[in-house]
């Protein structure tokens, strides 16, 4: 249940791979910067589960989150998301509830119905499996069984996880998921840092329609933001570019790890290309600190958001540090102000 006073913020991690790294060391990025988050005030560190892409270290996401975790003190961590129809409900409730018991009331489950890679991944990950984007609202339904008090003949459990009530969390970058969030009384958080076409319509819904439950009494609404802050605005936009060629490689089919950034994009991309990834990337506050502020209303304003989960691929790992830690002072900032 929401309890914490005013703007909540938090991180969204993908443990990037630079390029000419290792994902071993993309993990010890991730926790130093899990690290420095929990100083600044971050509420919670989340990872996402992605496959087959060779960017993004955060496959075997439970064992992420278990490292990071095991690495901090007092941030929630969790997943943003995991991709139930990759898995059995029973096993994820499981991992979880393995997760809840090694690091008690700092566990958040934070659920998608995308498949998290190609569809010729998702068919390897779901050998045997029948589940599927469809069966996503059954699917959470049984997970909340395996977590919740278990009922008189409950012939399969949990164990660990059955009655520990981990919190579940409702992505989406559609309706599909507000409208379940609504139905199901749970927070819902929108993928808007890369799919922001679908934003106001999928909160509308999913305020207008939410019901009230055992684990939230009003809705909770959580945005995903591309953050880049820099001591200068002219730093902060060569930053972006590293996330600027990120889409511009999915745009073209050829995914690759993160690469430096770049003094301008107009020589890497046609102007359809760029029209594109501009679109994608919408929902991104990027600038030195006073302008990255005012992005950041504008988009609090616009959206009247509970919570900002921030999220950063920039290829220098004292630079990430520094733009969460300047957008830290602009939430901070934030605050219980009205929005």
Known sequence: MKTSPGLLYSVLDLSPILEGETAAQSFRHSLNLAQHAEKW?????????????PG???AATSVVIGYIAGGTTTIRV????????????????E??????????????????RAPGGDQATARALRRGLSSSGDTFPAD???????????LPGQSVRAVPGQ???????????????????????????????????????????YRSQFQPSRALEEPHVMIGVNVFAAETDAEAQRLFTSLQ?????????????????????????TPTEAAYVDRM????????????????????????????????????????????????????SLRGSAH
Do not use: K
Request: hydrophobic share 45%; net charge negative; aromatic share 10%.
């Open 41 to 53: 005030g971050y509420h919670r560190y989340w990872v996402a589960e992605h496959h087959n892409i």
């Open 163 to 205: 009655g520990l009530n981990v919190p579940l969390y409702l992505l989406g970058s559609s309706t599909f998921s507000a409208t379940l969030a609504a139905e199901l009384g749970l927070p819902f958080a929108f993928a808007s840092h890369f799919a922001p076409e679908l934003l106001h319509q999928a909160l509308d819904i």
């Open 281 to 332: 990337t919408r929902c991104s506050a990027v600038g030195g600190p006073e302008s990255f502020r005012q992005q950041i209303e504008v988009l609090l304003n616009d959206t009247g958001a509970d919570e900002i989960i921030a999220t950063a691929h920039i290829y220098d790992q004292q630079a990430r540090l520094r733009s969460f830690e300047i957008a830290a002072d602009v939430f901070q």
């Open 95 to 112: 991992q979880f509830g393995t997760l809840e018991s090694l690091y008690p009331g700092r566990i958040d489950l934070g659920l998608g």
């Open 78 to 93: 969790g997943s943003g998301g995991i991709m139930l129809p990759n898995h059995a409900p029973l096993v994820i409730a």
């Open 245 to 269: 060629q990120v889409f511009l490689n999915l745009v073209r089919g050829r995914p690759r790890q993160l690469l430096p950034p770049v003094e301008g994009m107009d020589r890497l991309w």
């Open 56 to 58: 993004v270290a955060s």
């Open 140 to 150: 959470v339904q049984e997970l909340q069984q395996y977590l919740g008090s278990a």
